[in-house]
Nanobody
Framework: VQLVESGGGLVQPGGSLRLSCQASGFTVSSVIMSWYRQAPGKGRESVAAMTISSGNTYYADSVKGRFTISRDNPKNTVYLQMNNLKPEDTAVYYC???????????WGQGTQVTVSS
């Protein structure tokens, strides 16, 4: 089982980025997939999540209306589209698969997002 994030980088305030989370060893449509972030000196916080079959989504209040989580089943990839980025969105972003194959939660290695002018 492996999760690999990509797509982070440096962007100006108001800009956009799309993060990708490529999964292997399981199918992303079979578990709840989530995005978290951790800013310097702060704890890890949940940003967005997507349920299994219905694809219902959840967003933290701080990103609601700006971030969108989505899933591409043939590519076995989960995305986080981030628009209107703010300096306070600066963090390392992680994707997580909940209770994958009944073995527990799996995390990716993280991708850095920096929002700065």
């Amino acid at each position: 089982v492996q999760l690999v994030e990509s797509g982070g980088g440096l962007v100006q305030p108001g800009g956009s980025l799309r993060l990708s989370c490529q999964a292997s060893g399981f199918t992303v449509s079979s578990v709840i997939m989530s995005w978290y972030r951790q800013a310097p000196g702060k704890g890890r916080e949940s940003v967005a999540a997507m349920t299994i079959s219905s694809g219902n989504t959840y967003y933290a209040d701080s990103v609601k209306g700006r971030f969108t989580i989505s899933r591409d089943n043939p590519k076995n990839t989960v995305y986080l589209q981030m628009n209107n980025l703010k300096p306070e969105d600066t963090a390392v972003y992680y994707c997580k698969g909940l209770n994958v194959n009944g073995l527990g939660d799996y995390w990716g290695q993280g991708t850095q997002v920096t929002v700065s002018s």
